[in-house]
């Protein structure tokens, strides 16, 4: 039989990664699209990427950029693909509202030049597409949640970022092309999910990093923003699972992926901590709160208790933030059989395992180092 053949755009990112191992898992042949970038940027999938230059490679890198018209048709064109994933994008909430043109030309419009070079090759009977939407369309409004308390597919959208605002446009414009031109084209409506490949600055990542550093004595505390914040946090692995049985779905559709429970980032602060065997205590209100450490089992390295570990930088507030999200995953569990592998704690343990290991190679090269001095000494 032959190999199914898909596109990810946003391949070098968390999810893209993923979702190419899953891909390639079963059997599929992988086109990429990775931005050409003064340092390397694809180590992600690098160890899915052994030998370029063997034929048989079936994971195949493109160079391109989803402001490029011309460059997504001429990929497009020769990988004939019968499954499109649009994952890449300028995803970072705070940043957008620095580069709101570009995210509006790479996340909005990005989005139509895909679901147009599809059309114009004529391969809209082909060639289904799915649309990373996001949980920020709803804004966190709490007057638009259902009557169970959750954001399912019915809710209205009020997007509070320029990034939410690209992203509204790239669902419509998914769902305008399915309507218009009868294009098997789908939104998946994704609340916030995590791994230890998340970006460094995401605030799950962020704290994980830093936890994981100030338990080794390599980082004295974290400074963060708006702590009352909620989100709805599940596991990267879980949701690339779902953007393939949406492809796989007899209708094209919309479909929410969420977990249905919503922490703070307070909590998550408290839960990385506890993984290193450090609890908190928190102090203090709004800009003026913090962090110390109340007890501490951490075999590695003993914290002092009373430590200040975590303070408030104001400068990480939003000009508008979304303040709580929940989803209701329901449509997508009966419908399609979606069972999420992972919770919130195990997603916690999996981040500051990661973590913990990637800071203690810093510090077995630093004893080393040092070993190297002695010597020369
Ligand atoms: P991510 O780690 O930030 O990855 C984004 C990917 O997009 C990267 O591969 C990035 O390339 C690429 N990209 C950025 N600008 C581009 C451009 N102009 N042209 C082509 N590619 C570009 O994001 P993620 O967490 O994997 O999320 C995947 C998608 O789901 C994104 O569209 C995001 O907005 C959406 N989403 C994410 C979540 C979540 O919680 N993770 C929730 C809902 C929706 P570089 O590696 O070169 O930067
Ligand atoms: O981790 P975040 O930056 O993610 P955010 O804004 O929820 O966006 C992520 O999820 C969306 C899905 O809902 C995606 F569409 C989007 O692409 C991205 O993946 O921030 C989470 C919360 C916010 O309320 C923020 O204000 O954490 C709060 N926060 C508090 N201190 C912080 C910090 N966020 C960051 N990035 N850094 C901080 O120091």
Not at 348 to 353: A, C, I, L, R, T
Request: hydrophobic share 35%; net charge negative; charged share 30%.
């Amino acid at each position: 039989m032959k190999n199914k053949v898909a596109l990810i755009t946003g391949i070098t990112g968390q999810d893209g990664s993923y979702l190419a191992e899953l891909l390639l898992e079963k059997g599929y042949i992988v086109h990429g699209i990775k931005r050409r970038s003064s340092l390397f940027n694809t180590d992600r999938i690098d160890h899915l990427y052994q030998d370029p230059h063997d034929p048989d490679q079936r994971l195949k890198l493109h160079y391109g950029d989803l402001t490029d018209s011309m460059n997504l048709t001429r990929i497009i064109q020769e990988a004939q693909p019968d499954e499109i994933y649009n994952l890449g994008a300028m995803s970072h909430v705070a940043v957008s509202f620095d580069t709101p043109e570009y995210v509006g030309n790479v996340d909005g419009l990005g989005t139509l030049r895909i679901l147009e070079a599809v059309r114009i090759l004529g391969l809209e009977k082909k060639t289904r597409i799915y649309q990373a939407s996001t949980s920020e369309l709803y804004g966190g409004m709490p007057e638009n949640k259902n009557e169970r308390g959750f954001y399912d597919e019915s809710s209205p959208f009020y997007p509070r970022s320029p990034y939410g605002v690209a992203k509204i446009y790239g669902f419509w414009i998914t769902k305008n092309y399915r309507e218009a031109y009868d294009m098997f084209a789908c939104n998946g409506i994704l609340f916030n999910h995590e791994s230890p490949r998340r970006g460094e600055t995401f605030v799950t990542r962020k704290i994980t990093r830093a936890v994981a550093k100030i338990a080794l004595g390599l980082q004295e505390k974290v400074y963060l923003g708006n702590l009352e914040a909620k989100r709805d946090w599940g596991h990267a692995k879980d949701y690339v699972r779902m953007m393939w049985m949406i492809l796989q779905a007899e209708k094209p559709e919309d479909w929410v992926i969420a977990t249905g429970v919503t922490t703070t980032v307070r909590d998550f602060v408290r839960m990385a901590f506890e993984v290193v065997g450090i609890q908190l205590e928190f102090k203090g209100e709004g800009v003026d709160e913090k962090a110390y450490v109340k007890a501490c089992s951490n075999k590695d390295y003993q914290v002092e208790i009373g430590k200040e570990v975590l303070s408030i930088d104001p400068s990480y507030f939003r000009p508008t933030e979304v303040d709580l999200l929940i989803g209701d995953p329901t449509k997508a569990k009966e419908q399609l059989g979606w069972v999420p592998e992972h919770d919130l704690r195990d997603l916690v343990q999996d981040m500051m395992e990661g973590d913990v290991q990637l800071m203690k190679k810093d510090v077995d090269l630093l004893k080393a180092g040092h070993e190297i001095l002695k010597q020369a000494e």
